[in-house]
């Protein structure tokens, strides 16, 4: 096997046993819970007969073990567990919302990466000017703010008290695709990209302003070439590999910052959920999301560190020489 | 060899950027409203923390009044309290603990017979894979929510954080003829992390510092914020923004104080951080030349 296929082989290996621990200690925090799970469900009305009753069929009689591996075979299935709010499959619940915050990752991450490639490339080649200085003042005011701050200054700025041009929270009807109304997704989707983009632009500026002095840089504008063709047929695809790992990480990072997001904006999908269910102690709910977020989570880095192995011409010429 | 420059006076050339000097006056202001508004406060509007001033959501007074009628400047400059004490405590068991798990690993790295580098790292991993908001959730999920319960899950999920970069930073120092010389002498590995290696890291250790202290402030001030953090009727700031963002139009100030008052606390503290960094990175460039 090259060494590129074993060090991604190995790396995978890594992902699936960070997961299984990952998701032994989702599982072990839920018996910490003080009280009996059959009688949250069920609510404090419950017959003595119909907690037993629900205890058994839910397995709760058996042993911590048993029901772990119970649990991930259900999760590995498709059947996430019981939400005691809705009185319904968590896998019902989240159906939707799953699809809802899909939308504000994908449209976040089309919108920043383009933008964020494009200031970063621009501040490189303008170092040491007003432009440069001013885009990372901006960057660091920006970077420095918890994504709520930022939710909120926009609502103050585009929805309440200076304009009012845009919705402040979603306004789709329940079971209304939250699509249907785009300008409910302009803030929220604003709010996410203004989190994201400043480390995005200081990461492209930093490892192209690098590659602008490397040696080879300088030689292939020693050739005579015109400037703009040493930037872009040279200097760029030098930084893919970091940039690419950079934005993977914003993706993973988004995974939590669409929590507060989602709440700030009432959006209905899985981080106003996980909320809910927080502040419901909907155990099996926050069980399941915390999950499903961690597992993307997990994803995310594993394709940033692939990117990482990929880009590293070291390891790619190693396995290409039959190494 | 001689030794890496100690970064002695790395914060005093650190202040001597007028970025930095910017941002301690942000900070210094905004800490100074939290510590002196408790005291302010009711001698400036008359009202008590939690006295009534009239009904929600009215225009009264400087800045109006909140949801349940009281006046918003009183309990503004009252609310600074618990961010910042919950933030600082957030930082220091990161930091602490994220510096001794790193500079063990780092320095046990290189013997082959320890595994304590792998095992610190690896377990470091699985913390690693929650995004921080997220595993604060699921422990007010099992154990309620509580100021102090916040403090330990945000400041033990910085632990891996701050321990991949004190490990960088040990084990480039590990191999210095200092160390290899006290380790010679027999001194024991305690004294040696303490008076060789810690010394020499406390340039990225910092810079950590104030990375975890602006992250701190925004967990803690977003957990507020989401209800789950600290519970009424305290006052804080997270929480009377959750408490009066329903009446952005009719009172903006409950909101926009306190909004600002964090944001200005965190750019402050990012640009202090800012400066150390490119301090730090000034003073380990410098070395070898």
Known sequence: MSLLTTMIMKRLLVSVLVLLVVSLLIFAATLLLPGDPARAILGQQATPERVAALTEQLGLDRPAWERYLSWLGGVLTGDLGFSAATQGPVSELLGGRIAASALLLVLTALISTPVALALGTWAATRRGTRTDSALSGASLVLAALPEFVIGVLLVILFATSVLQILPSVTIARPGEPVWARPEQLVLPVLTLALVVIPYVVRMTRATLSEALDAGFVEMARLKGLPERTVLVRHAVPHTIGPVAQVLALQLAWLAGGVVVVEFLFRYPGVGQALIDAVANRDVQVVQAITLIIAAFYVLVNLAADVAGILADPRIRHASGGGA | ?289
């Open chain 2, 1 to 289: 060899m001689s030794a890496p420059a100690v970064p002695a006076g790395l914060l005093r050339r650190t202040f001597r950027r007028r970025q930095a000097r910017i941002g301690a006056v942000l900070t210094l202001v905004v800490v100074a409203v939290a510590l002196l508004g408790p005291v302010l406060g009711p001698l400036l509007t008359g009202y008590g923390v939690d006295d009534f001033a009239g009904r929600p959501f009215r225009p009264d007074g400087v800045a109006g009044t909140d949801d349940l009628g009281r006046d918003v400047l009183t309990r503004f400059l009252a609310g600074g309290g618990p961010v910042l004490l919950y933030a600082l405590a957030a930082t220091a068991i990161g930091i602490v603990g994220g510096a001794i798990a790193g500079m063990l690993a780092g320095y046990s790295a290189g013997d082959r017979t320890s595994r304590l580098d792998s095992l610190i790292m690896r377990g470091g991993d699985v913390l690693l894979s929650f995004p921080q908001l997220v595993l604060a959730l699921l422990a007010v999920a099992v154990l309620g929510s509580s100021g102090w319960l916040l403090v330990l899950v945000i400041g033990i999920t910085h632990i891996p954080r701050v321990a991949r970069v004190a490990r960088q930073a040990t084990l480039s120092v590990a191999g210095q003829d200092y160390v290899l010389a006290a380790r010679m002498y027999g001194v024991p590995r305690r004294r040696i992390l303490a008076t060789e290696v810690l010394p020499n890291i406390t340039g990225p250790l910092m810079v950590e510092l104030g990375l975890r202290l602006t992250y701190s402030i925004g967990y803690v001030a977003s957990l507020s914020f989401l209800g789950l953090g600290v519970q009424p009727p305290a006052a804080d700031w997270g929480l009377q923004i959750n408490e009066n963002r329903i009446a952005l139009i009719v009172t903006p100030w409950g909101v926009l104080l306190p909004v600002l008052a964090i944001a200005v606390l965190t750019v402050g503290t990012n640009m202090i951080t800012d400066a150390l960094a490119k301090e730090s990175a000034d003073t380990t460039g410098e070395a070898p030349a």
